[in-house]
């Protein structure tokens, strides 16, 4: 079984995950919001954000101490008030206000990674990307389909492995099948329809 029909086999496991906004401003800032924190608390702060500073140029003319305010208790909360006020200014002056489409340019933003700038890249602008979060670390080693620790190496990995045009539904599934099934502790081997390919439910047979 390749790659892609691993996918498939997961796409009938599970509903994909829907993120909370469709607009490439609020997906980018609550990519940034979302390193290290978990999604419960990221998305009450980002909806905070957005109250008050619905906009590209209202969060570049934002007050920091507000920002702080408003996204505590999101992990680092004082350095992402500086980046997300930062990606907005920087978007309005390089970027004609737009979010940028391209890999390279959202690099160049704050608090900005590969993980963030593919969410952006798949889930906001209509291009292709394919975000390695946890959950997909985990499930691509468990199952085989990677052989690094680093996110940068997996990305790699699964894009040679998966035709581009289904890299967008990696995150969105994965996610899902890492919080119902493949979970980190514990995972649903037994009742998982890709066990007798997976590098890690073989292994564990006899346990579950
Ligand atoms: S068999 Fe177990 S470890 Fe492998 S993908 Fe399924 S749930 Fe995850």
């Not at 957005?50 to 590209?56: H, M, V």
């Not at 008030?81 to 990606?87: C, E, L, P, Q």
Request: hydrophobic share 35%; with cysteine; glycine share 8%.
């Amino acid at each position: 079984m390749n790659a892609e029909e691993i996918l498939s086999r997961i796409e009938k496991m599970v509903e994909p995950h829907i993120a909370i906004w469709d607009d490439p401003f609020r997906i980018l800032i609550t990519g940034i919001l979302s390193t290290r924190t978990k999604d419960e608390v990221t998305d009450r702060a980002s909806l905070r954000l957005f109250c008050r500073y619905p906009s590209i140029s209202d969060l570049a003319s934002a007050d920091r101490g507000t920002v702080e305010r408003l996204i505590k208790p999101v992990g680092f909360y004082k350095k992402k008030s500086g980046d997300v006020i930062m990606a907005a200014k920087i978007i309005g002056e390089r970027h004609g206000g737009k979010v940028p489409d391209d890999m390279d340019d959202l690099l160049e933003l704050p608090g900005v990674g590969r993980k963030v700038a593919n969410i952006v890249l798949s889930e906001g602008v209509g291009k292709y990307g394919l975000a390695v979060d946890t959950h997909v670390q985990r499930i691509s080693s468990r199952i085989g389909l990677s052989t690094s620790d680093r996110p940068e190496d997996i990305e790699m990995q699964l894009k040679r492995k998966i035709p581009r045009e289904r890299w967008n539904e990696v995150n969105s599934y994965f996610v899902e099948f890492g919080k119902r099934i493949c979970k980190p502790v514990n995972p649903s081997c037994s009742t998982c329809s890709i066990r007798k390919i997976c590098n890690y439910g073989r292994a564990h047979e006899d346990s579950s």
